[in-house]
């Protein structure tokens, strides 16, 4: 019988593989894992940002000119790591990240890089179950800033 955690885990390695406007980003060139993990190693990351969520990424409007399109993402996190889909299909590794709680806001940051698609920063705040921020992406030089929002979902049995 199969946990509700690696049910949710397993869910948000399936959904809408191909979701993801691949305008948002340049295609990748070789193959890439599905999934991106970061180890939080100095704490745990809080109760309240564990869970599954589903993300939408907007542009800002220099980033949306310079054809930079609004994007989906799915995330897992669990006490010690984060999992992505679609962005960690481009071959981000996760540099860094860190998360805090203080009266029930959580505030968290974290950093990836790719070889061939540049490198992100991510600074955000999760309230009950809603999540906002923003992820500066850099890739050859060029910053695209963008902003984000996210909800705590659970996967339905088909999507598991």
């Known amino acids: ?3 509700r955690k690696s049910l949710a885990a397993r869910g948000v390695r399936v959904l809408l593989a191909g979701a993801v406007l691949f305008g948002a980003a340049p295609a990748a060139t070789h193959a890439q894992s599905t999934t991106d993990v970061v180890t939080y190693t100095t704490s745990l990351i809080p109760l309240g940002l564990q869970g599954a969520w589903k993300m939408q990424f907007k542009p800002d409007t220099v980033a949306e000119k310079a054809g930079r399109l609004p994007f989906e993402d799915y995330m897992y996190i669990d006490d010690s790591s984060i999992s992505s889909q679609e962005i960690a299909r481009l071959g981000m590794d996760t540099t ?6 203080l009266a029930g806001t959580i505030t968290f940051n ?11 920063v ?3 705040t999760a309230v009950l179950g809603k999540m906002n921020g923003t992820l500066k992406w850099t890739i050859d030089g060029v910053t695209y800033n963008y902003t984000y929002t996210g909800e ?8 598991s």
């Open 110 to 120: 974290h950093t990836m890089s790719s070889r061939h698609h540049g490198s992100t």
């Open 96 to 101: 860094g990240g860190s998360a805090t709680e």
């Open 152 to 159: 705590k979902y659970t996967p339905s049995n088909a999507e």
């Open 122 to 124: 991510s600074n955000g």
């Open 1 to 3: 019988m199969r946990t």
